[in-house]
């Protein structure tokens, strides 16, 4: 006898604001229980005293997530000076202080060393793996934990205000691997003042920005009006080529579309524009069917989608 899974096959992204206080792995349990999908995952881990844009794949969007992971993210965070902590934020306790409290135009002057292409040493807390296991759970245990330096791209970096003598806001724009804690922990050494993150918001991941974000709260309230649930979770779901703006996209007939789920290629017919090797998406009718990679005119299908299309006939 085959066990049904639990849950519906609810296909597409919802952006979650994550709410302070919730481990990652907590917010999309939840996301999966209110809106009683089979299947969640997502594009980017936050920390507990993080918020802010969470993308929250379910279904079949769960494929495309490395395409959303390896995107650009844009955080706003401050930064406390004074104080170093164990864990790089608020939530760690204080091993060094410093007296010093740095002014607008120390903090400025030290942006080019870390912008463009930086050397960056994650936390100690972090969930990095040391022979295969996460760093975090060495620094718990009181081992002390080496975590190997690493490249990562800081495209922009920028000072909002200076709160006050003891903090800082600034926005950063970087690329996939970059800890915020560890920028607020080499900056604060730089300026010979320490420092740490006291408060921090991702405002964008890929082409998800804060202005999609649904609160939890806000899920939870729909997912209890179950006379319209259905239509509720429509709403809030982002279908699930929305994680694919940045690559190319090519419309294939019904015919087509039949064949790249089966497996098998497709010509391109007027599409010569497309690159030797470049990977598209394919749809049929605005419905998301495969991703491909090209090859000598043709389209060859690397991972393919069962999604309905409308007035759908032996499609699935």
């Known amino acids: ?63 495309t997530i490395s395409f959303v992971v390896d995107g650009v993210k844009v955080y706003r ?31 400025r002057a030290i942006f080019p060393r870390f912008t463009g292409v930086i050397s960056q040493v994650p936390p100690s807390f972090s969930a990095i793996k040391i022979n295969g296991v996460r760093a975090y759970t060495l620094a718990r245990r ?39 804690r560890s920028l607020a922990r080499d900056m604060g050494r730089a300026l010979d003042c320490g420092g740490h993150v006291f408060a921090l918001h991702r405002v964008r991941v890929g082409p998800f920005y804060e202005d999609s974000m649904i609160p939890l709260e806000k899920l939870k309230q729909l ?36 064949r790249l789920r089966n497996g098998c290629s497709v010509f391109l017919q007027g599409n010569d524009l497309l690159g030797e090797k470049q990977t598209v998406y394919a749809t049929h009718e605005g419905i998301l069917v495969a991703l491909g990679s090209v090859e000598c005119g043709s389209l060859n299908p690397l991972r393919v989608f069962k999604l309905s299309f409308p007035m759908e006939q032996g499609l699935n």
């Open 142 to 180: 009181g081992e002390e934990v080496v975590c190997a330096s690493r490249f990562v791209h800081i495209h922009r970096l920028d000072l909002l205000y200076l709160d006050d003598a003891d903090h800082a806001t600034f926005e950063i724009e970087c690329g996939k691997g970059t800890y915020v």
């Open 77 to 107: 965070f401050k930064i406390r000076w004074g104080e170093e902590t164990a864990t790089g934020d608020a939530e760690g306790q204080v091993v060094m202080r410093w007296p010093k409290r740095p002014s607008e135009d120390e903090i």
């Open 1 to 63: 006898m085959v066990r049904r899974k639990k849950g519906d096959c609810v296909n597409g992204w919802v952006i979650l604001d994550k709410p302070f206080g919730l481990t990652s792995v907590q917010a999309i349990s939840s996301v999966r229980r209110f809106l009683c999908a089979q299947k969640v995952g997502h594009a980017g881990t936050l920390d507990p005293l993080a918020t802010g844009v969470l993308p929250v794949a379910l279904g079949e969007a769960t494929k």
């Open 223 to 258: 997912s209890h009006s179950s006379d319209e649930f259905s239509l509720n979770r429509a709403q809030v779901l982002l279908p699930v080529v929305a994680s694919l703006n940045n690559l190319p996209a090519v419309s294939v007939s019904r015919h087509e579309a039949v």
